[in-house]
């Protein structure tokens, strides 16, 4: 059974390298000294203007001009600040807490599945305040509270909807699988409902700044309490370390990370020297879902997501690797569908209408949030 899955799996990198690497690079080069420098940024741009093109044809000039833009962010309020009056000042702002304002819009009667309903105990606990579509105000930095944390985190506010589609309920059991710098975990945290998360992350000087961060905005007793653990383990064996055991997990993958690679040079996956770990990436994804869900007790969720627009590193992930548990280990997971998710949360981001499974929200000039990909899984046995 192993034999076509890893045809797939190769088909796959055989795509993304077709997919990541310029036409007109292909050929092969006679002299290295007459490599053209471009910049790894350039590089980025060059290769998305190539795959997302065809991916998604007359959309792709809006996503890319917006792309390009400056990015809008959401003020995520620290619940461990104990300063009431956060809300109030992001409210003088003219911000607004799309949370609590999309909840109270949800009607439960209208929807028939209950099930991936985001008005549980938990969600109302987060509150993110944004400013309203077309309005490009920047949030001044956060402040310390009087218990010593900082007031507020500030976030691309797409980066909340995984947290949001995983859907906790108190008490939950949670692992972080992919968790530096922390601001998912942060956002985990402030559910409120975790009865003890796993935050892990391969890279320690990541886990480092996740610690820090942690630091920053929770005090210590609180961290305790939650009995958070941060280790730097490589995910993918995650599932041989601690098999059936989470309610909940949430895999925010490695991904070609697509905003920061054309706005930054350093530690850009474009650069010529990191070409096989790029080709790589969609492989590593799959090891990590894969991961992901053996370690998530049978009946529990699983929220798969990257910060890329690319089908190879979303959609193509999540089903090859359903395909694998399927196969490999006679574990059958099923997606869930988010549609009433988007309808809630679409007077706030631009979302892509036709994603196969999970959900896509596309940058866009007047809410430019993104991309981020999300894609909510159950495990059924
Ligand atoms: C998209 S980032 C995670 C962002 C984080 N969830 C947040 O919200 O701040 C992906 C992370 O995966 C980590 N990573 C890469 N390979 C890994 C592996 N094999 N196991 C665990 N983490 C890994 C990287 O170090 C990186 O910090």
Redesign the pocket.
Known sequence: MAAPILKGVRELMRLVDLALVPRRHRHKKKWAATEPKFPASQLALQNFDMTYSVQFGDLWPSIRVSLLSEQKYGALVNNFAASDHVSAKLEQLNAKDFVNEAISHWDPEAESDHSVAPSTACSPNLRCFTFARGDVSRFPPARLGSLGVLDYYL?DAA?LLPVLALGLHPGDTVL??????????LALLQTLCCRNLAA????TS?TGR?RKVLQSYVPQGIRERNQIRVTS????KWGELEGDTYDRV?V????T?DRHSLHEEENNIFQRSRKKERQMLPM?QL??LAAGLLATKPGGHVVYS??SLSHLQNEYVVQGTIELLANQYSIKVQVEDLSHFRKLFMDTFCFFQSCQVGELVLPNLIANFGPMYFCKMRRLT
Request: proline share 6%.
């Open positions: 976030m980066s972080d699988l992919c968790a530096a710098p922390g601001g998912k975990t892990n992350d391969l890279s990541r996740l383990w490589d995910g993918r949430l925010d993958v490695p991904c990370t590593l090891q990590l990257t910060c």
